[in-house]
C-alpha cells in the first residue's frame, strides 16, 4: 500500500492587467472568453452553488478531471470557488481558490490566492502555482487584446 499523506499550502500570486475590472471578471464569468486561457468547461454554471467541470488532457497523456462550485461571486469584484482535481480516479487535491479584482489607475488589479490540500505526491503546491501563472499570464494576453 502506498503511503497517504496531505500537503497543505497557500500561494498568493498577483497581476495588473491593462483591462478593465469588468473585462478581466468577464473573462471569468463567460464561457467562451475563459475558454481561450483556461480551458473548455463541459459544465459551467457561473452562480452561486453552480458547478464548472472539465474533463481532459493531452493525446498521449492522462484524463484530468476539475471540478469546481462557486462559492461567492461579487460582480467585477471578487470571485471564490473550490475545486478538486483528479487524474484519472486518483484525487490529487482540494482547494479554495479566491479571486480578487481591484480597480488601479491603469487597469486591474488581480490577486489570486488558493489554499489547498495535495495528496499522495500526485501533486504538490510548486506545480499548481507554476501552472497558474502560466495560466494568469495567458489571461492578461486575453483581456489586453493580444488573443
Same mark, same amino acid.
Given at each position: 500500500?502506498?503511503?497517504?499523506? #496531505?500537503? %497543505?499550502?497557500?500561494?498568493?500570486? =498577483?497581476? &495588473?492587467?491593462?483591462?478593465?475590472? =469588468?473585462?478581466? %471578471?468577464?473573462?471569468?464569468?463567460?464561457?467562451?472568453?475563459?475558454?481561450?486561457?483556461?480551458?473548455?468547461?463541459?459544465?459551467?454554471?457561473?452562480?452561486?452553488?453552480? !458547478? =464548472?467541470?472539465?474533463?481532459?488532457?493531452?493525446?498521449?497523456?492522462?484524463?484530468?478531471?476539475?471540478?469546481?462550485?462557486?462559492?461567492?461571486?461579487?460582480?467585477?469584484?471578487?470571485?471564490?470557488? &473550490?475545486?478538486?482535481?483528479?487524474?484519472?480516479?486518483?484525487?490529487?487535491? #482540494?482547494?479554495? &481558490?479566491?479571486? =480578487?479584482?481591484?480597480? #488601479?489607475?491603469?487597469?486591474?488589479?488581480?490577486?489570486?490566492?488558493?489554499?489547498?490540500?495535495?495528496?499522495?505526491?500526485?501533486?504538490?503546491?510548486?506545480? !499548481?502555482? %507554476?501552472?497558474?501563472?502560466?495560466?494568469?499570464?495567458?489571461?492578461?494576453?486575453?483581456?489586453?487584446?493580444?488573443?
Amino acid at each position: 500500500m502506498n503511503e497517504r499523506y #496531505v500537503k %497543505h499550502a497557500t500561494f498568493v500570486i =498577483e497581476r &495588473t492587467y491593462a483591462a478593465s475590472p =469588468e473585462s478581466v %471578471h468577464q473573462a471569468w464569468a463567460d464561457p467562451i472568453i475563459k475558454a481561450k486561457w483556461f480551458s473548455k468547461p463541459d459544465i459551467f454554471e457561473f452562480q452561486v452553488g453552480g !458547478r =464548472e467541470y472539465s474533463c481532459g488532457g493531452p493525446p498521449e497523456g492522462p484524463i484530468f478531471t476539475y471540478n469546481a462550485i462557486y462559492q461567492e461571486l461579487i460582480p467585477d469584484q471578487r470571485i471564490v470557488y &473550490t475545486y478538486t482535481l483528479d487524474s484519472g480516479s486518483t484525487r490529487m487535491s #482540494v482547494s479554495i &481558490t479566491t479571486i =480578487e479584482f481591484i480597480k #488601479v489607475e491603469d487597469g486591474t488589479k488581480l490577486i489570486y490566492t488558493e489554499q489547498g490540500a495535495y495528496f499522495d505526491g500526485h501533486d504538490t503546491p510548486e506545480i !499548481r502555482e %507554476h501552472g497558474t501563472n502560466l495560466m494568469l499570464d495567458t489571461l492578461g494576453k486575453v483581456v489586453e487584446g493580444e488573443m
